[in-house]
């Protein structure tokens, strides 16, 4: 087994659009990033590569690189998760919270687990979602950014 944790932060501007989870979330502000910014995925995908010591989102997909100007983050999870089976693992579980002062994410949580589990090829119940504010505290209070957190767990294949 092995055990991966990723997190990410990306700034909130308006004009851009918010995408979580692989979700566009309607909202007055959006992530700034050289992809969607889609920070959950983000810290999904670190998660994965850390596991198995592959290193990092940047490593893989840099924004230096003007091929991954704008892409879908949904492409890097499944490239990502690619690696991940290469190297003969599966997922046993993913727990990840998103820090957003506003706006609610609740209700399109269980889109988000639905998303991201059919990337991964698993079952809803093995991706763990949780949303929380920081209590107007901080850049993610002041709505300034967003972050995000992720712990995974690989089995080997048998």
Known sequence: ???????????????????????????EKGSVGHSDADVLLHVICDALLGALALGDIGTHFPDTDPAYKGIDSKILLRDTWKLVQAEGYTLANLDSTVCLQRPKLKPHIPAMRECIAGILGVDVGR????????????????????????????????
Do not use: C, N, W
């Open 1 to 27: 087994m092995r055990i991966g944790y990723g997190y990410d932060v990306h700034q909130l501007a308006e004009g851009e659009d918010l995408v979580i989870g692989g979700l566009t979330v309607p909202h």
């Open 127 to 158: 991706i763990g979602i949780k949303a929380t504010t920081t209590e107007k505290l901080g850049f993610v209070g002041l709505e300034q950014g967003i972050s995000a957190h992720a712990v995974v767990l690989l089995e080997a294949q048998a």
